[in-house]
């Protein structure tokens, strides 16, 4: 005669009473998929998050403005930096605070500047620029547009000089916009808020570079500071996606924890109601198995044995049901 196990009987028990074990599935696939759904939607969330702070100020933890003295060999010596990218500043539109340059390719992939619409110049006398920019300037212009300026090159004389629009650039020089708290005489500050094509040349002045930089292993500005005193460095808060006058790093971590605390309280509750869920509907079934418990005691089962039994069908159709959850969750998630 076969020797059954708890497997078996498990199994067993699980076959007679199916309607009743099916209703209960269905419960736990539909608690896994809610728990699923809205961790991975809070993650998400952060994701997003994160995102909008890339499309703002890139990946860029701090810039270095003007400060031709201090090179980049010194920069990577420090051990500071993990990467190092250039802002390059040629000219500002005459009597405004527009400013016109171009990115290098480390710049390009520290800064992120994108066009949300048409595309970044590419030879000379093409130009994009941010729609902030155009209503400083107060002019209504549009992608294919032509626009001639009169520009005062960095330290140079003034030039004229005609432009064909060929892209509106997402916003960044607000966020990374550092004269609301800091001026100085001597150096150039001001963001560009119109790239230019490198090849775009000016007879006299000079070309400022802007350094954006992101920290390497546990640098925060604190010891970047401390190694530049005196330079022109100013700290990139990744919660608030722009240039901060303080040290960002406490309010980062805070904004870091908070959102840290606000996923485990949800998953920890998400758990917590799957499990109740689970038991109480457990218990719900075993209350209608009075008779079978009776049987099974009659022929000398021990209570240990009992819960181990029931025990199993519980650990049986969360094998079956967990997996069809997580991927429907998933799947929900996803969509």
Same mark, same amino acid.
């Given at each position: 005669?076969?020797?059954?196990?708890?497997?078996?009987?498990?199994?067993?028990?699980?076959?007679?009473?199916?309607?009743?074990? +099916?209703?209960?599935?269905?419960? =736990?696939? /539909?608690?896994?998929?809610?728990? $699923?759904?809205?961790? *991975?939607?809070?993650? #998400? !969330?952060?994701?997003?998050?994160?995102?909008?702070?890339?499309?703002? +100020?890139?990946?860029?933890?701090? =810039?270095? /403005?003007?400060?031709?003295?201090? $090179?980049?060999?010194? *920069?990577?010596?420090? #051990? !500071?930096?993990?990467?190092?990218?250039?802002?390059?500043?040629?000219?500002?539109?005459?009597?405004?605070?527009?400013? /016109?340059?171009?990115?290098?390719?480390?710049?390009?992939?520290?800064?992120?500047?994108?066009?949300?619409?048409?595309?970044?110049?590419?030879?000379?006398?093409?130009?994009?620029?941010?729609?902030?920019?155009?209503?400083?300037?107060?002019?209504?212009?549009?992608?294919?547009?032509?626009?001639?300026?009169?520009?005062?090159?960095?330290?140079?004389?003034?030039?004229?000089?005609?432009?064909?629009?060929?892209?509106?650039?997402?916003?960044?020089?607000?966020?990374?916009?550092?004269?609301?708290?800091?001026?100085?005489?001597?150096?150039?500050?001001?963001?560009?808020?119109?790239?230019?094509?490198?090849?775009?040349?000016?007879?006299?002045?000079?070309?400022?570079?802007?350094?954006?930089?992101?920290?390497?292993?546990?640098?925060?500005?604190?010891?970047?500071?401390?190694?530049?005193?005196?330079?022109?460095?100013?700290?990139?808060?990744?919660?608030?996606?722009?240039?901060?006058?303080?040290?960002?790093?406490?309010?980062?971590?805070?904004?870091?924890?908070?959102?840290?605390?606000?996923?485990?309280?949800?998953?920890?509750?998400?758990?917590?109601?799957?499990?109740?869920?689970?038991?109480?509907?457990?218990?719900?079934?075993?209350?209608?198995?009075?008779?079978?418990?009776?049987?099974?005691?009659?022929?000398?089962?021990?209570?240990?044995?009992?819960?181990?039994?029931?025990?199993?069908?519980?650990?049986?159709?969360?094998?079956?049901?967990?997996?069809?959850?997580?991927?429907?969750?998933?799947?929900?998630?996803?969509?």
């Amino acid at each position: 005669m076969k020797q059954l196990s708890i497997n078996h009987i498990s199994a067993a028990s699980i076959r007679a009473n199916r309607k009743t074990y +099916v209703s209960l599935a269905v419960g =736990i696939v /539909l608690a896994v998929v809610l728990a $699923t759904v809205m961790t *991975l939607c809070a993650f #998400g !969330l952060i994701e997003a998050l994160e995102q909008q702070v890339v499309q703002t +100020v890139g990946h860029t933890d701090c =810039i270095l /403005l003007d400060e031709p003295d201090i $090179t980049d060999e010194s *920069l990577r010596q420090s #051990g !500071l930096f993990d990467k190092i990218g250039h802002q390059f500043v040629a000219a500002s539109v005459m009597d405004s605070n527009v400013y /016109l340059g171009y990115t290098d390719s480390e710049g390009q992939d520290i800064l992120r500047r994108v066009c949300t619409e048409g595309r970044m110049p590419e030879r000379a006398g093409e130009i994009a620029i941010e729609r902030s920019a155009l209503e400083k300037l107060r002019l209504d212009l549009d992608v294919g547009d032509t626009v001639t300026w009169t520009l005062l090159p960095v330290d140079g004389a003034e030039e004229e000089h005609s432009f064909t629009i060929v892209g509106i650039l997402k916003e960044q020089s607000s966020a990374l916009d550092v004269s609301s708290f800091f001026w100085s005489q001597d150096s150039v500050l001001a963001w560009p808020s119109a790239l230019i094509s490198p090849e775009e040349s000016f007879a006299t002045g000079r070309v400022v570079v802007h350094r954006a930089m992101t920290y390497a292993g546990l640098t925060d500005f604190t010891k970047a500071q401390a190694r530049y005193p005196e330079a022109q460095l100013f700290p990139v808060s990744r919660s608030e996606a722009r240039v901060y006058p303080v040290n960002p790093s406490g309010i980062d971590r805070a904004a870091i924890w908070q959102t840290t605390a606000m996923l485990w309280i949800l998953g920890l509750a998400l758990l917590l109601a799957v499990c109740i869920g689970i038991s109480s509907a457990m218990e719900s079934v075993l209350a209608n198995k009075t008779e079978e418990i009776g049987m099974l005691r009659a022929v000398g089962a021990t209570r240990r044995l009992i819960k181990r039994i029931f025990g199993r069908d519980a650990w049986l159709l969360s094998l079956v049901a967990l997996p069809i959850g997580l991927v429907l969750g998933v799947f929900a998630a996803w969509l």
